[in-house]
């Protein structure tokens, strides 16, 4: 009986230490992992935290962000910005200093379903799993494999509206031109607008050289100068009109027509006037080219050679110029001395007062 009893109190005192090794290493098991755990970095996933409720809301332009969809990847997953940040570094650090970077890491610290890097650049699971493969993530360069009706299309899921309903058509769109043509939202490179270069005039001076040539003329709109910029006249996501006459509507036009494009600055010339002068009514281009001219005031020809487009045989001689018109020739001609013909006709524009049909002061 005691040799029973000795062996029954071993057993319990040989399973009561298994229980207790069995737990100790259930405990162990669980630390380690949660210790490894603590050392991974965080996926910036909304699974993995949740919304402080004591925080402003997001901004409402950035309030919509949800991953991009990509068509080229449509199995990818959501991983996250640390994860973009392992590899890309430098684009992040330039990133940071964006609106884009700013407004979204604020939304996203709101609302922890509203992603960073991949609400332009689609779900990246897929790129990291192959960085090298064409097309796994939305990118926006030319040879980056996305098509740019996908690049467009992503940027119009929060921008649609304003100024870029008119995109659809437009003769950059035709041109087969992407936003990042014009805008780098990955760095602060202009003041406004996340432009490509340091300023409008200088990216829209990229592809229109000779445009931008015309503004070194003695005569030319105040752009070089600062005092205005080439979105104060055009609207470079498309026009609101175009009638196909070059005259009336041109390329990229702000407003509908030419005249109200240049009357949002020189409202004098837009009257009503008493006594009209048709081409005038008609349309600025007429007479003014609007980037820049050898000539005085914008003109496309100078004074009389531009007024005997029209009135060649009227009132005044008309004939070809010489010499001898001049104020020290032998026939002086009015229309040759001073101001030209505005010597005498100087509201050219049009005119109110009662005696104006010549257009006389």
């Known amino acids: 009986m005691d040799l029973r009893r000795l062996g029954a109190v071993f057993a319990a005192a040989l399973l009561s230490c298994a229980l207790v090794l069995a737990a100790s290493s259930k405990g162990l098991a669980q630390q380690q992992r949660s210790d490894i755990a603590k050392t991974l970095p965080a996926t910036n996933l909304s699974s993995e935290k949740q919304a402080n409720p004591n925080l402003p809301p997001p901004a409402p332009g950035f309030a919509n962000a949800r991953v ?50 991949e609400a332009c650049h689609g779900p990246g699971s897929a790129h990291a799993q192959n960085p090298l493969g064409k097309g796994l993530i939305i990118a926006y360069t030319k040879n980056g494999g996305t098509p740019i009706e996908t690049q467009t299309k992503t940027c119009l899921a929060c921008h649609a509206g304003g100024p870029r309903d008119h995109w659809s058509g437009s003769v950059h769109q035709r041109n087969g031109l992407s ?9 602060k490179f202009s003041v406004e607008g996340s432009m490509a270069k340091r300023s409008i005039n200088d990216t829209c001076a990229t592809c229109h050289k000779d445009i931008r040539e015309q ?21 470079p996501h498309g026009a609101l009109t175009n009638n196909g006459n070059p005259m009336l509507n041109f390329p990229l036009s702000k407003t509908n027509t030419v005249n ?23 349309s600025c281009l007429n007479c003014h080219t609007p980037h820049g001219s050898n000539q005085n005031t914008l ?3 100078p004074i009389p050679a531009l007024c005997q487009q029209c009135h060649a045989s009227s009132a005044h001689t008309g004939g070809l110029q010489t010499r001898q ?28 007062a009662p005696s104006g049909p010549r257009f006389h002061e």
Do not use: Y
């Not at 684009?91 to 964006?98: L, Q, R």
């Not at 006709?345 to 109110?352: C, T």
């Open 68 to 117: 991009a969809n990509n068509p080229q990847a449509p199995d990818a997953k959501p991983v996250g910005e640390k994860t973009c940040i392992a590899c890309h570094q430098l684009e992040a650090d330039h990133f940071t200093h964006t609106l884009h970077a700013l407004g979204l890491h604020v939304a996203n610290r709101s609302d922890p379903n509203i992603p960073v890097c």
């Open 179 to 187: 936003c990042s043509d014009c805008h780098n939202p990955m760095s």
């Open 215 to 235: 503004f070194n003329r003695r005569s030319h709109m105040p752009l070089p100068e600062g005092q205005m910029s080439c979105d104060d006249c055009h609207n």
């Open 260 to 282: 109200e494009t240049c009357w949002q600055c020189h409202a004098e010339k837009r009257g009503p006037f008493l006594w009209e002068h048709p081409p005038v009514r008609e």
């Open 299 to 301: 003109l496309t020809l």
């Open 325 to 352: 018109g001049t104020a020290n020739g032998a026939r002086p001609e009015p229309q040759m001395i001073g101001r030209g013909c505005l010597t005498c006709h100087a509201s050219i524009h049009g005119s109110n």
